[in-house]
């Protein structure tokens, strides 16, 4: 017997028929004699609609009445879900975020979680009830609803298996689990069977949208073994776990790639101390996040300093370096918004000193030039022209023995 979480997204629970069949899905593990705690989304769509019916009525919706708007979608599905459980011949309850104090910050729309309360959830199950949460949600000290940021339910879910020290957090949604890489682009893509907490946050953050990354950093700092599978199948799907000595017999684990990038670079800056801060710190300032940064030395006194920001912030990046570049006497500013981020992740590679050069080798017996580079521990990156995504991915992943992976 264990105590689980589970948690489903919105296109499990899209409508009656897909709640009373997930109802049903989670009252076998029930009767298996498991305490059960259910998180949930609000049906798919839900939170859009509301997104647009608040743009209706405020030019910039008021933060705090947009929390109120958008957290009643969880209210909906927790609702009826207890009611398909009741119906079911099994009892269950349904709580709000502020009924479990699930304290947050001020932070509205994107809060972050301080605490949770497990009394009231423990005592439930104690009375042997299904315990119905709605995800995405949390209170502020004040008693204001807040919500979590877009796909917050992940969040909830693995928050609340920490804070209850639950056996394990199933993560159910619409794919089989997480993939060597986008199977969209490369057929031989496989669903990987375990991964590292590590190289989940790399894949998360390249932009491998199964799991919302803050819950993967909440996974990772309670220990809590996530199982991210398909509502649609009873197959296993992939776990996010804590590395063990075998996970390091492939090399790599996954290839993906970000095509929100785009690459400013400021010729000729003046080679002197105190440059870089008055580059960035007007970019950070805004908001804007700098990922790769190269500095290239043209003699002495020059030097091009070339990074790379969101392509959502270019406009916004470029218009701020332009008049840093005036201010500091620098040539003149270029960009390019037809890159792509290109990565490969795994903890193997930390114990194996040829991973980059065969990364680099494949890339250029495909005649793709290198524009920059980035490498950690466990991750290697290269900018590369975005028409070459497909064929640098395929490649990739080949070269790395995953198409024959799983
Ligand atoms: N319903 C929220 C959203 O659409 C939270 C979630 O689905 O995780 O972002
Ligand atoms: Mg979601």
């Not at 496989?190 to 803050?214: F, Q």
């Not at 776990?239 to 929100?260: A, D, H, P, Q």
């Amino acid at each position: 017997m264990a105590l689980i979480v589970q948690k489903f997204g919105g296109t499990s629970v899209a409508n009656p028929e897909k709640i009373k069949a997930v109802a049903k899905r989670v009252l076998g593990y029930k009767k298996q004699g498991n305490d059960m705690v259910v998180v949930l989304s609000a049906m798919a769509g839900e939170t859009n609609r509301f997104v647009d019916l608040a743009n209706q009525m405020q030019a910039i919706p008021d933060p705090r009445e947009m929390d109120v708007l958008l957290s009643s979608g969880e209210q909906v599905t927790v609702a009826l879900f207890a009611m398909a459980v009741k119906e079911m011949g099994y009892d269950a309850v349904s709580l709000l975020g502020d009924q479990v104090k699930i304290v947050t910050d001020r932070m509205h729309t994107k809060a972050r979680i301080k605490s949770i309360d497990a009394e009231l959830i423990r005592g439930h199950l104690a009375a042997g009830k299904v315990v119905v949460v709605a995800g995405f949600q949390g209170v502020t000290e004040e008693r204001d609803i807040t919500t979590l940021g877009r796909g917050g339910s992940d969040t909830t879910a693995v928050a609340l298996a920490a804070a209850l020290n639950a056996d394990q957090c199933d993560i159910f949604t619409d794919v089989d689990g997480v993939y060597t890489t986008d199977p969209n682009i490369c057929d031989s893509a496989c669903k990987i069977d375990r991964i590292t907490y590590d190289e989940m946050l790399e894949l998360a953050s390249l932009g491998a949208k199964v799991l919302d990354i803050r819950s993967v950093g909440i996974a990772k700092r309670y220990k809590v073994p996530v199982h991210v599978r398909s509502t649609f199948s009873e197959n296993e799907g992939t776990w996010v776990v804590e590395e063990k000595k075998k996970m390091e017999s492939m090399l790599i684990t996954g290839v993906t790639y970000n095509k929100n990038e785009a690459r400013i670079t400021v010729a000729k800056v003046p080679d002197q101390p105190g440059t870089a801060t008055k580059i960035f710190k007007p970019i950070s300032d805004a908001g804007i996040n700098v990922d790769m940064i190269i500095q290239n030395t043209r003699g002495s006194e020059m030097t091009d300093m070339t990074f790379t920001v969101p392509r959502t912030d270019y406009k916004r990046a470029m218009a701020i370096v332009e008049k840093t570049a005036a201010e500091i006497g620098a040539e003149g500013v270029s960009g390019a918004t037809d890159i792509v981020k290109v990565s490969i992740v795994g903890v193997g590679m930390r114990n194996n000193a040829g991973i980059a050069t065969t990364m680099f080798e494949t890339l250029s017996n495909e005649g793709i030039n290198i524009m920059m580079i980035a490498t950690s521990e466990i991750k290697i990156s290269c900018v590369i022209e975005e028409k070459y995504t497909e064929l640098a991915v395929r490649s990739l992943h080949k070269a790395f023995n995953l198409d024959a992976a799983a």
